[in-house]
Structures are given as C-alpha cells and as structure tokens.
C-alpha cells in the first residue's frame, strides 16, 4: 500500500476540514441544545459534491472512490459527529445500492437527485423488535395485483422525518425468512405513513431520528429494488459500504478526542506544571494516540480494498469494530483526563462519550462485527469484495 496521499487528496482533505470549521462548528451548541437537523449544512455538502463518492459520473458522482469518501467523513465527523450520517444516507445507502441494483431508469432518476440533495434519503431495516436478526423483520408488504400493500413499523430510522426517498427493506413472503426480505426504493410522500421525531437519545443529537409506521400504504411495484424477495443480500451488500462511513466516523470522533486531549493536557497545570508532563497523563495520551493511528490504517485498508474491488468483508467489519472499541475507549479517558471539567458543558467531553457509544451498535452491533470478523478469519464464512 502506498501511504502518502495525493496532492487531490490531500485538496479534499483540506476542503472538508475548511468546510467543517466554517460551515459547522459554528452550529454544534446550538444544534445539540435543539437537537436540530440543519438544512442549510446538509445543502452546501450537497454542493460541494460530498454526496457522490463511489458514483458514476453520468449519475452526478465526483469521479472519487472510498478512500476519498473516507478522508471527507472523517474531517467532517471530527467537528460534529452527528453529520457523519448524511453520507451513508445520500452516498453509500442509496445512491451506491442502486446503482447496484436498479435498472436504467431507477437510476437515472433517483441517483442524480441523491448526489444533489434534491432528495434527502435514507435506509430503512430496524425495528422495534428487531436489530441484529435483519431475517426476523415483520413490516410486510403484500402483493396486491398492481401494487403491494405495505403495513408495519420501522424504528431508529436515521432521517426518518425529513426523507423524501429512500431504501425500505420489508417482507413479501412473511415465512420465508432471509428469503422473503424485498427491497423498496420508498416514497415517503404516500398516503398512510407516519413519521414521529424520537428526541430521547443519548447522542447524535443533530441527527434526525425516527420511527415510521406504516399503514395501507400502497407501492408501486415499480419502487422493487431488484428482484422480488431477494432483498436480504442487497441489504449486506449495502451494509458493507456504509460500515465504511461508520467507520471512518469513529476514526474522526477519535481525532477529535485525541486533539482535545493533548491541548488540555498541555495547558492544565497542578503542581506547577502542565499535566501532560505526568507519567499516567502521558500513559493516557500514549494509548489514545496508538489506537487513532491504529484505527486509520484499518479504515484506509478496508477503503483501500473497496476501490480495488478485492475482498474486504473482514477488512470493513474489523475497522468497524476496532473503531467502536478504540472511540469509546478514548472518550472514557477524555473524561476522566479533564476532571471535573470533563463532566462540565463547558468542554466537549460529554459529546465525545454520548456520540462514542453509537458506534457500537449502528451498522451492526460489535457482537455482530466480531461473529463476522472471526468467521472469516477461521474460514467459515468467505471474505467477499
């Protein structure tokens, strides 16, 4: 692997890291406090072309791959982690999938207005009763002749009240598990669905959250995804690439951390000097600094593979469940590194440990992840591309 970036990368960096700084901080306080999903960021990253890494340049896409997308989600979550979500909702959910997945003319119209904004989207497979047993879902739509019939519940849906379209994974054939799932490019402007904001979250504040209830809501059958019932390895297929961005969210958040972490232990003094010059601040400094670099070469490898089209199943979920091991550890040492202070709204070490904990169960818990990671590694499950 080649570890120096180039000039173009290292331009995107630099213009994500600008953007972040200009457009965003200014927000964090305000947004959190309100918990509020802010349209006007979510439009200039629309802009600047944020929303089409990976993506065919005749559907709107930047001419990038993963491991620009990677360098962008991490400069932007390294500010305000909650906007590391927008990329796998335009990006790597939709527009990714069915560009995979879509015939000519899905494509042509909802890829474009992805990449754009014009449509805000979103994915949707969780539900009240089921996270990791994706097989085990209960939303069912039912095949009425000219259309299904759509009724159930999804939960912790991230966009879920300010999506216009998006990816809906739902039962056609309720008893046939894994092989009765059918992937929906939803309209969330059809009659019968319900939206409600879920407020009570420990983190991820700025990020919208939903469930969405759905009753009699008739789909066209032009809105399949793909086949009929085959709707299970779209949604691995899917899964595979926005662990990426979950991925390269907790290495920002880390970064971030890590930052903060050496500035205060530079400038808190006891005793007559800065606490960074003690042995157990340094011990603290030491294992956070070793376990962002860590994380990198994880989430650039596993980036690094997708835009080669080699096998990275293994690769993706172990950057997925190093960085939800290595953030929360970081922010737990945040706190207790800046004291009282740390416990305080004035410094953003509550953040940091709110939004820390996500990483362990969005895009698959780490109990899933290490299922995923051991399997391939003693060759019980192949190690796909």
Known sequence: MNFALTEEQKILQEMAKNFAENEIKPHVEEDEKNQYWRKGIFDKMAELGFFGFCIDEKYGGN?????????????????????RMAFNMQCWGPSLTIQKF?????KQHYIPKFVSGEYVGSFAM????VGSDVAGM????????????????KMWITNGTVSDHGLLYVKTNKDAGAKGITCFIMDYSLPGITRKKLHEKVGLLASDTAEITFEDVKVSKKLVLGEINKGFQICMTQLNATRLGCSAG????????????????NERAQFGQPIGKYQLIQQQIAEMKMGHEALSFLVYKAAWLKDRGLPNVMETSMS?????????HAANECMKLF?????????????????SKQFETLEGT???????????????APNRA
Not at 102 to 106: K, R
Not at 140 to 150: I, P, S, T
Not at 339 to 355: A, H, I, K, Q, V
């Open 339 to 355: 004291g009282s202070f740390g416990y305080s709204e004035e410094y953003p070490c509550g953040r940091f440990l709110r939004d």
């Open 138 to 153: 209960k939303c069912l739509a039912e095949d009425k002749g000219d259309y299904y019939l759509l009724n159930g519940n």
């Open 320 to 328: 997925k469940l190093y960085g939800a091991k290595e953030v929360v």
């Open 63 to 83: 001419g990038m791959g993963f491991l620009e997308g990677v360098l962008v989600i991490e400069q932007i979550a390294k500010v305000h982690t909650s906007w």
């Open 366 to 380: 780490s109990n899933m992840h290490t299922m995923i990671v051991a399997n391939a590694a003693l060759g019980f």
């Open 126 to 129: 969780t539900e009240t009763d």
């Open 102 to 106: 879509g015939t000519e003319e899905q």
């Open 250 to 265: 907790a290495l920002g958040l880390s970064g971030a951390i890590l930052e903060a972490s050496i500035k205060y232990a």
